[in-house]
């Protein structure tokens, strides 16, 4: 899937704009970010590992409130922060967006969206990368 429109930068970087992780050939366990080998099976899984895109969909299992934004976040807060169980399995934590503060549910469906994630003023560098929103 080469792409020479976009830049090398991203090309080099997957992760930060496709949920990459990978599955265990043993178990089928799947692991976000990608293990080196499966813990469940250890010494067996190695060189079974496989990468596999991850399909961005998954459920609020926890999630918090930010009321005080890091630097690069200004102007958003406050905003949600969730532990997000992905359909296949893995856990990761994304911000949430186009979610009102008050809306947000344990158990809620959600989905990946690609944001920008933080704007260097100084470089004028934007980088962009996976959040989470409602399904729907
Ligand atoms: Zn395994």
Redesign the pocket.
């Known amino acids: 899937m080469e792409n020479r429109a976009v830049p090398r930068f991203w090309r080099e970087i997957p992760q930060r704009y496709s949920i990459i992780g990978n599955q265990?050939?043993?178990?089928?366990?799947f692991y976000f970010p990608p293990r080196e080998s499966?813990p469940?099976?250890r010494r067996?899984?190695i060189g079974k590992m496989e990468t596999k895109k991850l399909k961005g969909k998954g459920t609020v299992v926890t999630y918090s409130i930010v009321h005080d934004a890091p630097d690069q976040f200004e102007g958003q807060a406050p905003y949600p922060i969730a532990i997000i169980e992905l359909d296949e399995g893995p856990h990761l934590t994304a911000q949430i967006v186009d979610c009102n503060v008050d809306d947000i549910k344990i158990g809620m469906k959600v989905e990946s969206t690609f944001r920008k994630i933080q704007e260097d003023g100084y470089m004028g560098a934007i980088y962009y990368g996976y959040k989470f929103k409602p399904v729907g």
């Open positions: 265990c050939g043993v178990c089928k366990k499966c469940f099976c067996k899984s």
